[in-house]
């Protein structure tokens, strides 16, 4: 079993945020493999289903980007998993807008969200980092991220976020290199 964790923030006033990108990922996993209603567990939401052969639990924590940690780390020792059964997908700064990278463990880069989880389980984890571009300045950050996207960006965004869910079960086979490639083959086609 395999938890798959989206970061974003609650509310509907965030929903097109890009630092709600974690979110978004889990909503269209969850719809494209047909994944049980939502149950409100572990200080979030929490839907179980298959991908492939494995069991994968998707968790968006409701408790604010900055208290990610708290809500998965609960639903981590519920399952009684280690942080080798945790994704943990996110908006990142430092890749171009709309590509995906797979990296396991590493520094936070002063995302809040990743910063939470590795005080609450340290930072063994794998990441599905989702590039959401740097705006040029670092005064434009906050803005940038909590900015909704553009209409201009609404087909990528949902091409890139297809890609996701299509190519899925490479990521719950454990097969990073092979789940980046095929995303990427998508994205171009």
């Known amino acids: 079993m395999q938890l798959w964790a989206g970061l974003g923030n609650p509310g509907p006033q965030y929903a097109m945020h890009r630092h709600n990108i ?86 936070t880069a002063g995302h809040n969200g990743l910063r939470s989880i590795d005080q609450h389980l340290g930072p063994d984890f794998r990441r599905i980092r989702l590039g959401i571009g740097h705006p040029g300045h670092r005064d434009r950050v906050t803005g940038h991220v909590l900015g909704n996207y553009a209409k201009a960006e609404q087909d990528d965004l949902i091409t890139m976020l297809s890609a996701i869910g299509a190519e899925a079960e490479w990521l719950a086979r454990g097969d990073d290199v092979r789940f980046m490639n095929d995303v990427a ?5």
Do not use: C
Request: aromatic share 10%; proline share 3%.
């Open 22 to 107: 974690g979110f978004m990922a889990m909503d269209v996993l969850a719809e494209m493999h047909d994944f049980g209603p939502v149950q409100k567990k572990f200080q979030g939401w929490l839907q179980e289903g298959r991908i492939g052969g494995t069991k994968v639990l998707l968790l968006k924590p409701a408790t604010f980007m900055n208290e990610s940690g708290r809500s998965v780390g609960e639903a981590l020792r519920f399952y009684k998993l280690g942080t080798d059964a945790l994704t943990v997908f996110h908006d990142e700064l430092d890749l171009a807008p709309f590509k995906v990278k797979a990296k396991q463990g590493g520094g």
């Open 185 to 189: 083959r998508r994205q171009q086609e």
